[in-house]
């Protein structure tokens, strides 16, 4: 059995390296990882198949369509060193803050820019999956993030953003995280909290939010549901406002655009729900890259 330091320990990067030395052997990772359950040939849907011309790529056997392990996956049309691209991914997964796209070009010798957009794909990757939901005892409190505009203020300022955080309590400690932007459509906070609330909380949890009237017609949903006077909300959610607090400051080093911030909230969020795992979580993003489908760079802002 292995012991607690094994059991926390991350991939090092030894570990890192002696898996994949060179462009090849990534590539023939992503080969295994894509086709780990069989071939299907995404043009006729042939089942079978022969080594195609570029390395690690698959030909149907019928159609002779060629297939390369990038196809079809956020490592589509890949522009540079699929080393590279790993070490991104490595970095994204292992750091406990993440990596500027300036310090990943440092590290890499790659553009700033490259470095960039290959992180926001993977980002994409991070994305809840809603398969986890929050059980026991959560609390959910809705917060804003971003700068105050000029004379504008409250809800109604666009540089500012309404965000609802939920969060899974296991004693004094955060031992799961999720948290939403509420976009600004009149009547529609209701509707967005309630399908955060659904998404993200079982409904027999002990949830705790304060009074506003956004919670009000989630209630039924939720059979342990209270609600608390908000008051100095540090006094009545600790946990919860900590976990926001270290959330906000984590975004304030990042410089991302405000029309990001689901992105972002959704990488601190994959990272924080996967301490747990540290020796696994870069097969798991490794994974989800495949699984993804394409994201191709004009529908990522910024
Ligand atoms: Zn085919």
Redesign the pocket.
Known sequence: MQNMEQRFKSMSIFDFQRKFPDADSCLSHLAALKWSEGYS?P??G?GSSCQGSSPHSRQ?S??R?VESPTAGTLFHKLKFDPLKAFWIVYFLATNKKGSSSSELARKLELGQKTCWRFKRKVMKAMKSSGNYLITGTAEVDETVFGQQEEGVCGRENAKKKLVVVGIEKKGKSVSRLYARVIPHIPHADAACLGGFMKDHIDPTAKVTTDQWTGYGPVAKDFANIVHIPSGKKGDNFPELHRAIMMLKGWLRGMHHHVEDLQDYLDEYCYRFNRNFMKERIFDNLMLRMIKAPPCPIKNISG
């Open positions: 040939c043009k006729c042939h149907c019928r159609c369509y």
